[in-house]
């Protein structure tokens, strides 16, 4: 039990200081990387979830529900990451401009 | 390097910190030992076709969802070529040849790679692999390849490009349609072949993976007309 | 019925593949294609379910927990059938839009427009019918990615900003969820949707969980005050896909928000958590109108009518959160509260689609959207005015018109649960509304002074948006049969306490 609370309270944490960074920073790299910490937090939750019961074998389901997740935020990540190499050709800066967020 | 003034991002990290103490509180009432979805899945095992429980989930209780996964993965190459410019890779810039102990080391370690790509596809079955694992190793192959001068990616034609990267997703969806023609739900495999079945979509869904990924980070680089091109 | 089913689905996504791989020349056919099957099949199943109930469908004949379960019943038909009749229209704008003025080939915008559309389609469709709660994740993943992509077609400068605002937007909010998701999971070791809510037990963790997964739809559906994202997004994009965006996207979050509310969360949530959602609501409707009064521009006007529009919608949880159950007399206003709001998402759609179209339109003849510019539009482009028109009286709420309907039924309701103040921000927000579609269309009827600025359009582009809609007035005049269908499998059904954790 200590070790599923180990894993999910970094989780947690690491998820919350994700959402800082997306918040707080202004180049667009850093907030895609920030979005990918708040990712990693999830993701360590879910693993944290999987390892809880030890019967036969640790739960598959959040193991594939992980894994989907995992290609999901690559595939969002790189078409971020594709989006804001545009807005640098386009725009000369890698920021989000006019606004705060 | 942030233009907010300091008292913002005090704020922004009270708030944080606040978020993270109130989950931390929510994950310590959550019940330690409930009864998971293991017991469920093992029942199910001898039906699905594979002895690992991950890819049994993943490629049959649940590939409705892998699926849906594989067809993300397909916008995102989309959106990136789109915000490209391009259909495919043929105007990467290519690569200067590598000096002669890079080239041979990746002569031999190329193969390798798609060696090791075969064997993780097949190891789904049995253990932890899959198309996943084994199409990222192959992606990664390809750009190797690109990065020290050989022949990849953006050799192929527009066409074969655009194939394979929608092989995965297309035969998934065809394999899921064939046994509606029995009055099956999309997705049932015939517990008989469904191993072999698996196998054929996790196939194709590597080689789209590998394409899909490669891609992703060649897609990115210059090309000849970039000097060209008008905002 | 189990035959179709899928094919609503399977056909957008196919038609998706299919557009991507064609040659150039034949993407126009192949997208128009899939648009007119895909609604086909919409209304086959229609049919099937107002023949023979609701269906549940096990994909790959796995039953829940295990597998994942789809589920038509009215409300997701209704979805469906907004999204195809909205999406036909679209559809054949979208033919004439891309094409090249001059020339008649199809543009490099519209190869990828359809790939995307068609994607975003099939992704809507299956969010509608879906009953599993990752499943959910994983499709609004899909639908948000395609939507951005659409943003950024046009590639402009001001348009790539706006897209990337809302696709980071579009991910804190698919992370929130997804925690909230992996929460619910922890604590019942389960996915489907039905399931969740029978096992669900105030506390903690299913308070966070709500908390978690209502904030990440919130930011989706643009609600007041996470709607930053949305008035450059919408403004900024194609004329199509401004349409696809405000009447098809926005809907699609705040469907799953509704149904979260009523199978998930029935038991769990509380008066002040609706009453919260409520305000927040109506400010979204007054912060909103007033912005749309302020603007210079047609499209940004119009964007922020859908931020207020939007709020409307928001009306139902007040009203329903701790209700009595719906099979006594009390809690019939609880099903007048859900029919009022799907009505109003309904009308919503088809004149929200169809003042985009027109916008559009405005932008081809014109080259600009200015609102000062607009004089002499009902000489030049009647029938382009007219479709404003009648998209206007849908979104003011006068009779007959759909939006009068989701109106009436969300006022009546309002009433019949005692929160009057609700109702104050309805009138409210409709004579504000009055307001900025007056203002639009005031410009119009000017006297014409110059007939040369004017450029011709193609008329298809205009009839898509007469019908549109005489198609959000006409939902009105025939409600009844409207309602009827809705009803189908009591969506909105609140149980009495002690049913609750029996059958499902």
New interface residues.
Partial sequence: MTMFLAYAVTGMIVFAIGLYGVVIARHLLRKIIALNIMAGGVFLFLISIAARNSQAFPDPVPQAMLLTGVVVALSATAFAIALARRIYTVTGSATLSDGER | MSRFHWSMHVVCATAATFLAAVLIYTVMTLPSEPAGLARLVEDFMNVSGVEHPVTAVLLNFRGYDTWLELGVLLVAVLGMLLFQRQNDLRQIVRMPAAEPVLDWLIRLIAPMMALVSGYLLWMGKYSSGGAFQAGVVLGAACVLLWLSGHPSLESLSGRVFRFLLTVGFSVFMIAGALFMLSKQPFLTYPVATAGHWILLIETAATFSIAVTVAALIMGLQPTYSETEDQP | M??IF?WII?LP??GA?AT??VPRAWVIRTGMVTALLTSCMVFAAAYFLHQNGPVH??????AA????RLYLDGLACVMLLLTAVSGIFISVYACEYFKDKTSGVLK?EGI?FW??WL?LW??MN?LYVSGDL??M???L??L???A??LV??A?T?TV??A???Y???A??G??SY??G???L???????DTRMMGALIEP???AA?AFALMTIGLLLKTALFPLH?WLPPAHAGSSAPVSAILSALVVKGSFYLLLRLWFDVFHNVVTIPVGQFLGALGALAVLWGSIQAIRQQRLKMLVAYSTVAQLGYLFAVFPVTAGAPPTDGVLGQWVIESGKGTLYHALAHAFSKASIFLAAGIMVHALGTDQLSRMRGMAERLPLTTFAMALAGVSLMGLPPSGGFIGKWLMMHAVLGSGQWWWAVVIMTGSLLTAGYMFMMLRQAFQPCEDPSLFKPVPKTMEWAALILAFISIGIGIRAADVLDLLMIGSPFLIEPIAAVGGAL
């Fill in positions: 189990d035959t899928p399977l996504l196919t593949i991507f791989l469908y096990a994909v790959g004949s796995w927990p295990l597998g994942i490099r990828m790939p995307l994607f099939g992704a299956a990752f499943n994740y994983v499709l993943e899909l948000g990615l395609s951005v992509g950024a077609l590639g400068r790539l900003i897209g990337m605002r696709l980071i937007a991910m804190l698919s992370m997804l925690l998701v992996a929460f999971y922890a604590m019942h070791s389960a996915l506390g903690m963790g966070i930053f």
